[in-house]
């Protein structure tokens, strides 16, 4: 029996410079994260993603959602959507992750990748509905994956493993000078759902 979970100092900045990202590891007991992951995948309301790509209509494989404190309206690969209202187990697990990272966020964006089939490109979260330079909370549930950051300017990537019921902050000038992507993978064959806790301004 594993005692105690791997702990990490989540004060160490994983980037070398130009940006700041801590990994918290996991914060969730095994219980709690098995009842965050059930819960999203039977309340949130899932859609596959739409985005307009060099003109093109394209459907993603992936399943999104967006909640936040009101109905906002945001513009995301191209395509204005509008959030829903956060519902009480949302709205707590964004008071958790609020306590543990020291920030507020007022929406959160939902992800379901079905399989190791299912990732995100590279890319930065700097949608013009964005707060600049405003913390971003990445909370992960199921299948373990490998996520990663690549510099704009000198390639130099970094890696690390995203576990069930763990968190990952990006703040600062991260989003100006690294990209991050979630790479596809064979070897995982389960489901995981991320949340990403951002702060939305008009
Ligand atoms: O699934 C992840 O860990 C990353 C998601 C992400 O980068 C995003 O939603 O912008
Ligand atoms: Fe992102």
Redesign the pocket.
């Known amino acids: 029996m594993k005692l105690f979970e791997e702990t990490y100092n989540h004060e160490k900045n994983l980037l070398p410079y130009d940006g700041t990202v801590n990994y918290y590891g996991k914060i969730f007991t095994d219980k709690e994260a098995d009842f965050y992951l059930d819960y999203l995948l039977n309340n949130i309301a899932w859609q596959n993603d739409q985005a307009l790509i060099f003109g093109k209509l394209l459907t993603t494989k992936r399943k999104v959602a967006w909640y936040g404190e009101q109905a906002f309206e945001y513009t995301y690969s191209n395509i204005t959507k509008k959030a829903l209202a956060f519902t009480p187990e949302l709205k707590k697990l964004k008071e958790i992750i609020e306590l543990h990272t020291g920030e507020t966020y007022n929406s959160c964006?939902l992800?379901l990748?079905h399989n190791g089939n299912e990732?995100?490109a590279w890319?930065s979260?700097e949608e013009i509905d964005l707060k600049k330079h405003g913390a971003?909370a990445?909370v992960?549930f199921g299948a373990e994956?490998k996520?990663a950051f690549k510099h704009k300017g000198t390639k130099e990537t970094i890696a690390l493993k995203?576990v069930h019921g763990s968190i990952?902050v990006m703040k600062g000038v991260t989003q100006d000078y690294w990209f991050?992507?979630?790479p596809l993978t064979t070897k995982v064959n389960t489901l995981?759902v991320?949340l990403?806790f951002r702060t939305i301004v008009r």
Do not use: A, E, K, V
Request: aromatic letters at 10%; hydrophobic letters at 35%.
């Open positions: 964006l992800n990748y990732g995100m890319h979260d971003i990445s992960s994956r996520f995203l990952l991050h992507r979630l995981r991320n990403t």
